[in-house]
């Protein structure tokens, strides 16, 4: 899974796709087709910055960043876009503009999203995060990190079957850096097989994040060794998807991965 950030203040990439303030849809498109080309099966458009910090988005800023693109690019390409978005009303818009799959942060909390998310008919990822974007990593705090996580992914994932979600329709994914410590995330990772016994396709998000940076003491610009020696962790505890920024990079170190195990 690629990134495609048309936020103007994402932390690893920064307003790369922006052009006077304004999401390009020009731009979004050559970093697609880049993406495509590089072996990236799934694209994750994000309108909304989640990083640490972070202050919320309007509704209309959303829907502007977010839909325009979903729509160029479901007209341009065979793949399957993804929308990183915790909003109801931007869930129905982009399954309208030819969106693919739902991935929220906020695991369908927000009001109304569960009903919307069924109502698309749509896959849909349900991430853990522990407080909200603008706090979480102030004081991350956890009794059984591995145990809460899971059992928040279990309830919700419960929750969207209940509303009518098939279960073939879901996805769990930890929420690395989403108001976790690094022996957090470091815990989480270790410990996958835990997620991927709730017999749920795992996603998992490490790349460039600042557990890397903590752990090898890296800016965000020289993460990538960091990022792709996760990447083939990950893969080999068991996720099922992996979203990264490297697209070529990390399609290699997979790659060679899958070559490995498979003799
Ligand atoms: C994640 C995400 C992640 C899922 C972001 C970043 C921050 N969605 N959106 N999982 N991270 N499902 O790219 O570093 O880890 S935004």
Known sequence: MGVLNVTPDSFSDGGALHQHGKPSVDKALARVEQMLDEGA??????????????EPVSLTEELDRVV????????????????????PDVMLAAAAAGAGMLNDVRALERPG?????????????????QGQPKTMQQSPNYHSVVNEVSGYLQSRADACIAA??????LLIDPGFGFGKSVEHNLGLLNHL???????????????????????????VDQRLAGSLALAVLAAERGASIIRVHDVAETVDAVSLYS?????
């Open 68 to 87: 325009p693109v979903v729509e160029a690019i479901t007209q341009r390409f065979e793949t399957i876009v993804s929308v990183d978005t915790s909003s």
């Open 193 to 219: 097989s835990v997620l991927v016994e709730l017999d749920y396709p795992v996603l998992v998000g490490l790349s460039r994040k600042s557990l890397i940076g903590k752990v090898l003491g890296r800016d």
């Open 41 to 54: 099966a799934i694209i994750d458009v994000g309108g909304e910055s989640t990083r640490p910090g972070a």
């Open 164 to 169: 009518g979600i098939d279960r073939s329709r």
């Open 113 to 129: 999203a569960i009903a919307a998310a069924a109502k698309t008919g749509l896959p849909v990822c349900l991430m853990h995060m």
């Open 259 to 263: 070559a490995v195990i498979a003799h």
